[in-house]
């Protein structure tokens, strides 16, 4: 699979339309907003009920994700572009590929949508090894949620309290 993933071109073109996707969060983007003391982003994080992929694939029966806007995008995009860019959630960051327990698969909706595909140069061996670390990172924490989502609840009601 590496060798496909290399010959995926992929530039965002910041159209703002994967930012229409509930992207998971995952107990990594939580310690990185509170040792930043992003406390204003925690303050977004909602608790949601898991769609039949995330139970089928994760045996989650909820997950955690950012509030929605009425047009229904990510609450921190504004202009098409994303306001928390530098400490985005590692889902975010691995997009276009989806996690996989396996390896990268490009993400189904990034197949049909995305219009930054097929732009931009191939990914390099190192890219594709930092996408296959950030994957199983997201993997990893997405099948342990049940065991630490008391715990992102509690930090959640006291950023709420700041």
Known sequence: MSQRIRSIRFKCIKCGGCCKLEVPIVLSDIELWVKLRKYSILTRVVKKEASL???????????????????????????????????????????????????????????????????????????????????????????????YSTFIEEIIVKAKEK
């Open 53 to 147: 992929i995330l139970r089928k694939y994760f045996s989650i029966k909820y997950y955690y994700t950012f509030e929605r806007k009425p047009s229904g995008t990510c609450v921190f995009l504004e202009n098409n572009k994303c306001t928390i860019y530098s400490v985005r959630p590692l889902t975010c960051r691995l997009f276009p590929f989806a996690y996989s327990e396996e390896d990268l698969e490009l993400h189904p909706w990034a197949l049909r949508n995305c219009r930054g595909i097929g732009k931009g140069g191939p990914f390099n061996r190192r890219e594709v090894k930092i996408l296959k670390l950030l994957a199983k990172k997201i993997f990893t924490e997405l099948i342990t949620l049940p065991f």
